[in-house]
């Protein structure tokens, strides 16, 4: 069983920046493709942002590109998101997801997770 804690979220202005972390038991950044979804109120939890095991490539939606960057430190077994520019609609709840390595075009697909954390809340004001 992998452990996923999150952490760094807070309420900020427009243009700010974040950076969130994710915590991984049993060394899971060098095991595992490792993602960030997120999740507003009343809408799907969608894919923000994933990397491949080991931190060997990096997958973005459209909505972050530019914006967001995601990193890993194997000897952390740690992730982050660098959230630069935010904007209102950055407004969720982020959860860090682990799944097994498979092919790149399954990074953004959110059934294809197997290890969740418990989110972490990231308020945009304007």
């Known amino acids: 069983q992998v452990q996923l804690v999150e952490s760094g979220g807070g309420l900020v202005q427009a243009g700010d920046s974040l950076r969130l972390s994710c915590a991984a038991s049993?060394?899971?950044?060098?095991?595992?493709?490792m993602a960030w979804f997120r999740q507003a109120p009343g809408k799907e939890r969608d894919h923000v942002a994933a990397?491949?095991?080991?931190?060997?490539?990096?997958y973005y939606s459209d909505s972050v590109k530019g914006r967001f960057t995601i990193s890993s430190d194997n000897a952390k077994s740690t992730v982050y998101l660098q959230m630069n520019s935010l904007k209102p609609e950055d407004t969720a709840v982020y959860y860090c997801?682990?799944?097994?390595?498979?092919?790149?075009?399954?990074?953004?697909?959110?059934?294809?997770?197997?290890?969740w954390g418990q989110g972490t809340q990231v308020t945009v004001s304007s």
């Open positions: 997801a682990a799944k097994e390595p498979s092919f790149f075009s399954h990074l953004g697909d959110r059934g294809r997770y197997r290890y």
């Open positions: 049993k060394r899971a950044s060098v095991s595992y493709d």
């Open positions: 990397i491949t095991v080991g931190g060997g490539s990096t």
